[in-house]
């Protein structure tokens, strides 16, 4: 169910796990999720899209006498996970492969403290539906967290400007203005707002935490040099799909260009959203 298929994640793990390593980015994330949540020592915590275990490091290092359970679609991500785990000589993480949407199905029998998903939530197309299936893993605190950057909840002002960029090129491309405000519109329907998506899921937000962190531009030029992430998926709408495949890359280019010289030269900053919310009396 992943936006994003389980082939290009693996094709891509290695050079994530290599940006990982060298910048700590979703480990910096990761760190002031798992800091909102009251992970004990016995916690048994299931990650959702666990990846190569930045987050899932961190998990096993709070709960040495708990578990960890990893689930991740792809496979390619799951062995350089293992081969982390072992080097760090983690024995209470275990990864399962398998696709979010099907959590209930991949994971029946077993039961844990709190979910926890970490900068990846949004690419599940039915998070209503992994929100529900949760539902029935939990047990107290029930308890889910998730991260994610500030782009996915961004500001009016700023998707009329991406907007505004992307009909330019289109109609630059000799993509008719009909068919481009259609596209726009079913990209805008696809938008999730994620507290809204927990409410009405079943569940209670009882924290919803902004922070912030400088990344240097050296960074963020390995991280979109990532195979997954070249295409950014802020640029995989219904419109673009559509469209002949060279036209669809030479437009793709072209807004990656325009997002990098919208930035500063120097170090940028990352700012993010923290929601931990707990499932309802009535769920």
Known sequence: MESIKADSWTQSATEYDSFEKRWHFYETVAERLVRELPI???????????????????LARLCPDGEVVGLEQSEGMIDVAKGNARSAGFNN????????????????????DMAVCNSAFWHFPDGSGVLKALRGLLRSPRLVGMSFPAWVSSSAERRAAHRAKLRELLLNHGVAAEEIERGLRESEARRTDLPELLRTSGYAIIKDVSFEFEFAAEGRQQWRAIPVFSSSP??????????????AAEVRVEMAEWRRQSLPPGPATSRWRILVAEVGESS
């Open 40 to 58: 004990r020592s016995d916690s048994r915590v299931l990650e959702l899209a666990s990846g190569t275990g930045a987050c899932t490091s961190i």
């Open 93 to 112: 993480v275990r990864f399962v492969q398998g696709d979010a949407g099907d959590v209930a199905a991949a994971l029946r029998g077993v039961s844990f």
């Open 234 to 247: 802020r640029s995989r709408s219904p419109l673009l799909s559509k469209l002949d495949p060279s036209v």
